[in-house]
Every structure is written in C-alpha cells, then in structure tokens.
C-alpha cells in the first residue's frame, strides 16, 4: 500500500489546508477521508489542494478563489455544507461579510434569486460561526 502522505505534493496540500481551513476540516480529509480511502484523500489534498489551488492558479489570490467558489456552489446548486465552508473560509482569508452579501446580489442577476436565497440560511450559519470563532480566540 503506498503512502501518499509521504509525497511532497500531499504535504504542500495540507500546508495549503492549514492556511485556510480548520483543524477539524483538515482531519477530516487527513485522517476520516484517508482511512476511508487513501487514494481519495491523496486526489483531493495533492491535486486539488496542491496542484489546482496551489500550482495551476497561483495568479488567483486566495480570497478570490473562495468567493469564486461560492458563487460557482450557488450556481450548481446543493453541495451545501460545502458552501457554508466556503463562507467561512472566504471570510477567514480576508473578505468581508459585505463583499460576500454584494456577491449574493450580484448572482441574483445571473443565477436568479431563489438560488441565492436558497443558500442564504448557510450564509448566515457561515457568519454566525466565524464571529464565534474571532470571540473565542
């Protein structure tokens, strides 16, 4: 069985995760996904994380990438808890909650405004958390 944590990219992944994501979302992938399946973990952490965010798109700042991606979940539709981890993150990276509500009305022009409004519930969940987590540190 090859151990993928052992390559360089899967290790510049995690590094990538640790900049913007929760311990526990990390160890999720790090340690649920990869017991789970290794190959998996090693797909979303060395390509994902390591290649796509890191390498492939390295003119993009972080903090565009996650408002593009949660503008891409709303327009897909579902995949929900992963949108409000986008949120989140989009506001741990450095943008404003008013950035992310311009975004929502912006979207309401392209997407439409039930799909915006869909998502607002895990907009407001994504907030609530991140002021949580800025009081408890």
Same mark, same amino acid.
């Given at each position: 069985?090859?151990?993928?944590? /052992?390559?360089? &990219?899967?290790?510049?992944?995690? &590094?990538?995760?640790?900049?913007?994501?929760? +311990?526990? =979302?990390? $160890?999720?992938?790090? &340690?649920?996904?990869?017991?789970?399946?290794?190959?998996?973990? /090693?797909?979303? !952490?060395?390509?994902?994380?390591?290649? !796509?965010?890191?390498? #492939?798109?390295?003119?993009?700042?972080?903090? $565009?990438?996650?408002?593009?991606?949660?503008?891409? @979940?709303?327009? +897909?539709?579902?995949?929900?808890?992963?949108?409000?981890?986008?949120?989140?993150?989009?506001?741990? *990276?450095?943008?404003?909650? +008013?950035? =992310? #509500? /311009?975004?929502?009305?912006?979207?309401?022009?392209?997407?439409? *405004?039930?799909? *915006?409004?869909?998502? @607002?519930?895990? =907009?407001?969940?994504?907030? &609530?958390?991140?002021?949580? /987590?800025?009081?408890?540190?």
């Amino acid at each position: 069985m090859i151990n993928y944590k /052992d390559s360089d &990219k899967y290790k510049t992944g995690i &590094k990538m995760m640790e900049e913007k994501y929760e +311990q526990s =979302v990390i $160890d999720s992938v790090d &340690k649920g996904l990869y017991e789970f399946s290794p190959e998996l973990a /090693d797909l979303v !952490v060395s390509h994902g994380m390591a290649e !796509v965010w890191g390498e #492939k798109t390295s003119s993009i700042a972080l903090k $565009d990438k996650e408002m593009l991606i949660a503008a891409t @979940l709303i327009g +897909q539709g579902g995949c929900d808890e992963e949108f409000e981890g986008h949120i989140y993150n989009s506001l741990n *990276v450095g943008n404003s909650k +008013q950035q =992310v #509500k /311009d975004l929502l009305i912006l979207l309401t022009l392209y997407v439409g *405004v039930p799909k *915006v409004l869909e998502k @607002l519930p895990y =907009v407001m969940k994504a907030f &609530k958390k991140f002021d949580e /987590d800025k009081i408890n540190k």
